[in-house]
């Protein structure tokens, strides 16, 4: 079934490019990349993690449309040229690749690779977006289609954790990387329920979306969307809103405290180890040393704080040791703990850090902050001419900060560029209007 989806999204993109771009923005938020309840013995498929000839689906696809947009591309002579956050992307990618090469890091091959495909997917994701989704303004129909699919699973999400209490008892339910997408999904319903629009359908949906922090409990999600809805809010002068959201949030917690109490102390116990300590909050402690590892190679090294060490970079533990065993845990295999070199950190910051210096970090996170505050600015400026893009660039802009804090997994990477496309899109029609 699963390489059936693989030949249809061909199939599809050579009948219809703009189609098959919309199949696979469909496909990757139909599939998760994780399991809900992760068990040794348990095969789980998925386009994320089933492979042909050693590639997984999602790549396969991925290549075959960015190859199919850059052969449309050059038979129209035509160029697409990005936002200065895309060009800033695109620039950090080149120099962190010409810095790994020199710095020999290609001897480690597969880190190498993996650290490319985080520039990679973002360029993928963007290309269809601002290339193929502005056709026929298909690129309208991917909020309102990300929010029925996002919400659903959460429905069955609420229906498994149902069935599973029968049984055993349950703390809580792991969810894809997708579900960091709740950024984009909450400030739209915001959006829905503000502008009086399916006013009993986006309260629902507000309810239903916020009880998904509850049910999968993560320290980041918890924050990002905080973060999410106050920026926004504040963003579309409608901060008067933020305590009815409250009332939401509360209404969510008690809908999944009637359902399981155990849920509820397992996400007190989160929020309580947020801040890194040896004993109770290992892994945000784990993030601590990374952290203080890389600004220290940072702060001590001109090349690392200028550019980076590139594509294929390590850092290790000298300046700051991890105080627990790493061994046979899930923190980092285990041949980078016997050799003190680790790849790949846990947060898009560190990785920045890390490949592209101290400098290209304020680059990226600079020229992120300067598309939110365009956008920002153009709300109020564009918004009687055109409210429905007005509020689009600003849902985006506002949940690109929260988001590339922890757009660690190719799903959200591709998303990252999805959105950034959406944006380009909505602006590039308001323009012409």
Partial sequence: MVYGILLFGIGLSVRSLHQGALFFITILLLFDDFPFKPQENLQFYS????????QTLTKILSIWLFGMVIYQAIKDRKVIVGNLFSKVFIGLMILSTIVGVASLNYQYKLSFINDFRFFFNYIVGFGLAAYLLIHKSYFKIVFPLM??????????????????????????????TGSYL??????????????????????????LALSLLV?????????????????????????????????FAGVAILGIAYLNPTFIDYTIWKLSSFIPQKG????????????????????????????????????NSKYEEYPFELMNTSSYPDDWILRDKFFKPHGIIQFLLLKSGFIGTLMFYGSLIFLMIKN???????????????????????????????????????FGGIMVGISFCYNKIRNVE
Avoid at 150 to 169: M, Q, R
Avoid at 182 to 207: D, N, Q, R, W
Avoid at 216 to 240: E, F, H, P
Avoid at 302 to 315: H, I, M, P, T
């Fill in 147 to 176: 929010t029925i699919i996002f919400l659903s699973k959460i429905i069955v999400l609420i229906g498994t954790s149902i069935v599973l209490l029968n049984g055993e008892e349950l703390y809580t339910l792991k969810t894809g």
């Fill in 47 to 54: 386009i994320y993690t089933v492979t042909f000839f050693g």
């Fill in 376 to 414: 920002f600015m153009q709300y109020g400026k564009n918004q009687i001419l055109n409210k429905e893009s007005s509020s689009f660039v600003t849902i985006i802009g506002i949940g690109l900060i929260p988001f590339y804090l922890i757009a660690f997994s190719a799903k959200l990477q591709l």
């Fill in 215 to 247: 049910l999968s409990a993560s320290r980041g999600r918890m924050v990002i969307t905080a973060l999410a809805i106050v920026l926004y809010l504040i963003a579309i002068r409608k901060a008067k809103y933020l305590p009815l959201i409250a009332v």
């Fill in 182 to 207: 709740i950024i984009f999904i909450v400030c739209y319903l915001i959006h829905l329920f503000t502008e009086k629009k399916y006013f009993f359908y986006s309260s629902a949906g507000l309810v």
């Fill in 280 to 315: 109770s909050a290992q892994s945000a402690y784990v993030r601590f040393v990374e952290m203080s590892n890389i600004l220290h190679k940072n702060f001590t090294e001109l090349k690392s704080f200028l550019v980076g060490d590139g594509l294929g970079s390590y850092w």
